[in-house]
């Protein structure tokens, strides 16, 4: 079936460090990808996706390859700020005609200290 | 700037009674969605609904769930009779073409409590 699994958080780093979060996926065929950011009290925005292998997806400073060889689209970020203080969500979805179901990770806390 | 919007923000409700969590999509979108997050667990997908029908949804979507789209604005989540582990937060989110990469826009949120 499909799956995504993302690094354990809560993550917690200093303005201006690198950000890297993990995901890594399970699923039949080519799938698109997607990162979702949640800020407190709000919904699921999207942040970036990716449709097919070795697509690279960006905003606002972060990245996502999706990298079919190693089934990842991890997000990075070169230089974090205090408003990135969010929850990331990893996501997919399967890659058949009509199916537009998201299959979400578990969430990742990312909490920047000034 | 568009966006979805749910009620209430939070819900509490006795063990077996009925719940209806509402959703305004964003008023040019075609696709309705609920997903559900259990304290803790990932947001899981329960339903897919357009032109007035499912189109898709999981095992968690029993006979207890409905769905309905009641006028040209508004889209339901009923749950006939409240279990315990119905205890979620409910999102609501709408899009406006048929394609697994096009964007789905959330809602806020409804946080159910079964008591």
């Known amino acids: 079936g499909n799956s995504v699994t993302q690094m354990e958080g809560p993550v917690t780093l200093s303005e201006e460090a690198f950000l890297t979060i993990n995901c890594t996926y399970t699923?039949?065929?080519?799938?698109?990808l997607f990162w979702y950011v949640q800020y407190p009290g709000e919904g699921l925005q999207l942040l970036l996706k990716?449709?097919?292998?070795?697509d690279k997806g960006s905003n606002k400073g972060f990245e996502a390859t999706y990298r079919k060889e190693t089934t990842s689209f991890h997000l990075e970020k070169g230089s974090v700020q205090v408003s990135d203080s969010a929850v990331y969500f990893c996501a997919l979805s399967p890659a058949l005609v009509g199916a537009q179901k998201l299959v979400f990770g578990q969430g990742t806390r990312l909490t920047i200290n000034p | 700037e568009p966006e979805v919007t749910q009620t209430p923000s939070h819900q509490v409700t006795q063990m077996g009674q009925e719940v209806i969590l509402r959703c305004v999509p964003i008023s040019n979108h075609l696709y309705f969605y609920w997903y559900r997050q259990i304290l803790g667990q990932k947001v899981e997908f329960l339903v897919s609904f357009y032109n007035n029908e499912i189109s898709e949804k999981s095992e968690i979507f029993d006979d207890q769930f409905s769905v309905e789209r009641p006028d040209g604005s508004n889209f339901t989540l009923k749950i006939r009779s409240t279990k315990l582990e119905d205890s979620a937060m409910y999102f609501c989110?709408?899009?406006?073409?048929?394609?697994?990469?096009?964007?789905?826009?959330f809602g806020p949120g409804t946080r159910l409590t079964v008591l």
């Open positions: 699923a039949t065929g080519y799938p698109s």
């Open positions: 989110a709408s899009s406006q073409r048929l394609a697994a990469y096009n964007e789905q826009f």
């Open positions: 990716a449709t097919k292998a070795d």
